[in-house]
């Protein structure tokens, strides 16, 4: 039953879409559209009002629902394929541009954490944001050795505000999954659970300087990604500090192409970028948007806000890789026998089937330049597929999904006619190439080779004991399985309802042949010898015990 905090909320949604003037949203839902006549029987809907622009009124209302409305904003932002391009350009103003709270706040706040005045830890501090996101906002500073830095503070009351959206999260996410035919296919809580473990994450700075300090590691000597140094005695859970970088955000294409940035080049680092943080490091940034992005004058990525991070397991490593290569082979059988052998699908899953809907839904995005692809169309068809064959929603996934997603606006904004496919191609050949055949093996014995060392004396004398056991008749081999046990009762039981089948069907016979012989009868009761009386009753007995048995 829902709570009357989340009715509250629920209420407080549709005011705040009122406000803002967006009542054909509030009343094209089931709940409130039978209310929509005393809507405009309210008085102040009486004189006609002038509304800002909608894609204005359609962020404002996020930034006033709060930070997980603020975040579904930011993904929005990014599909510009999926929204008109004056909702989508005012929605990307909610990658840096969310309204900041007070600088004498963060000041206090940042003291609070440090139990000192903020004088004793920087030389300088600007009351002044540099940016504000939904989660925290970021203020320039000085140490005390003249290093500039960016000093991080999370919003005050994020972690309350977080847990009653999330709570209101789960309680839709529990009724799609009992009222709605799809929902326990898709799994709504599952993912809730994903997003709610995501975002708490992201609200510990600490948790985030350890995720910069490591993807840093990853690229320290590469010369596509760049990421700034954590300096970690200034650190605290609600406060992060780093190096601060001077760049050009991504999304201004004009100052990109003042400096004489190559932007093909550019859109094919990002690919590149993503793929091995993904495949080679399985640690990749999966908050790739716009306002977290931008390029140093030599052409190199500098990464920011490292909140969100995401891991894969190697089996699903392997099979996403196997999967694209399959993809870009045109190898639809192959991509769906994967799909079948991670249980993406159940078992039972006609591959030919599932083949060709696959080939119908990715046959016309090949040989074609990215601008004239719709991941969207395609994530809907393959949805679509998806429904058709039962595939469960891979809640693992989902923040690869996003970034795929990410990657992909990115690449838009960059160079339109990169060929995402033929980029990626190279690269997943190359990782595949090097987890099977002689470089895997090679690999595998060079990281197996100190465990190696440390056990191999130890092989002779097991070897010696256990032969040693044999030749006394010491030697015991235990085999230990529930499902061998399992079998074992199961097959006492048929011999055992074999057997009284038997002795039934015996019984039953011989009281017929005693019933047929004339002149025998010691006894007779009925008009039936007494043995056949007998007889009959042990083989119904018996026959009954064996029927009993086999339900």
Aim: glycine residues 6%; hydrophobic residues 45%; neutral net charge.
């Amino acid at each position: 039953m829902i709570r009357p905090a989340q009715l509250w909320r629920v209420m407080h949604i549709n005011i705040v879409l009122l406000r803002n003037g967006l009542d054909e949203i509030v009343f094209a839902t089931h709940l409130f559209r039978p209310l929509r006549f005393l809507y405009f029987l309210a008085p102040w809907n009486w004189i006609r009002r002038v509304h800002a622009p909608r894609g204005v009124r359609i962020r404002r209302a996020l930034e006033q629902l709060g930070p997980i409305f603020v975040k579904f904003g930011q993904i929005l932002s990014t599909r510009r394929d999926l929204l008109p391009d004056d909702i989508a350009e005012e929605l990307a103003l909610l990658q840096d541009r969310v309204q900041p709270f007070p600088g004498a706040q963060a000041r206090a706040m940042i003291e609070k954490a440090y139990g000192q005045p903020i004088a004793q830890i920087f030389a300088e501090f600007d009351e002044t944001p540099l940016a504000s996101a939904s989660i925290a906002q970021v203020h320039a500073a000085t140490l005390p050795d003249g290093t500039e830095v960016v000093v991080k503070v999370a919003r005050p009351n994020i972690h309350r505000a977080i847990r009653n959206d999330v709570s209101l999260l789960y309680y839709i996410a529990g009724l799609a999954e009992r009222y709605w035919k799809e929902g326990r296919r898709l799994r709504p809580v599952e993912v809730i659970h994903e997003f709610e473990t995501t975002i708490l994450d992201e609200l510990d700075l600490l948790r985030e300087a350890a995720n910069a300090s490591q993807l840093r590691r990853n690229f320290i000597d590469s010369n596509m990604l760049y990421v700034p140094e954590v300096y970690w005695p200034q650190c605290r859970r609600e406060v992060m500090v780093m190096e601060r970088i001077h760049g050009a955000a991504i999304s201004d294409i004009a100052k990109l192409r003042s400096q004489g940035i190559d932007l093909k080049m550019l859109a094919e680092r990002g690919v590149e970028i993503f793929f091995t943080q993904v495949f080679r490091h399985n640690f990749f940034h999966a908050d790739m948007h716009p306002g977290n992005i931008f390029v140093g004058p030599e052409g190199r990525y500098l990464a920011v806000d490292f909140g969100i991070m995401g891991t894969l397991s190697p089996s699903d490593q392997r099979y996403l890789a196997e999967n694209f290569l399959a993809f870009f082979r045109r190898d639809y059988r192959r991509v769906a026998e994967l799909h079948v052998e991670s249980e993406w699908v159940p078992a039972n899953t006609r591959v030919d089937e599932f083949e060709s809907a696959i080939r119908t839904v990715c046959e016309p995005i090949f040989e074609r330049p990215l601008r004239d692809i719709s991941f969207g169309h395609l994530l809907l068809r393959l949805f679509q597929t998806a429904r058709r064959f039962n595939m469960e929603v891979q809640p693992q996934l989902v923040l690869l999904q996003k970034t795929l997603l990410n990657i992909e606006g990115l690449g838009r904004q960059l160079y339109p006619d990169l060929d995402l496919w033929q980029t990626a191609k190279p690269f997943l050949e190359r990782w595949m190439s090097e987890q099977v055949g002689p470089r895997a093996f090679l690999h595998n014995l060079r990281t197996s080779l100190p465990i190696w060392t440390e056990t191999l004396p130890e092989i002779p004398q097991l070897l010696h004991k256990t032969l040693e056991q044999a030749v006394s008749g010491k030697l015991r081999i235990e085999w230990h399985s529930e499902e061998l046990r399992q079998m074992r009762i199961e097959l006492r039981s048929a011999n055992r309802r074999t057997v009284a089948a038997i002795i039934g069907a015996g019984s039953l016979v011989a009281a017929a042949l005693v019933y047929g012989l004339d002149g025998y009868a010691p006894a007779v009761i009925g008009g039936a010898p007494l043995l056949t009386w007998i007889f009959g009753a042990l083989g119904v007995a018996f026959i009954a015990t064996a029927l009993r048995g086999e339900r």
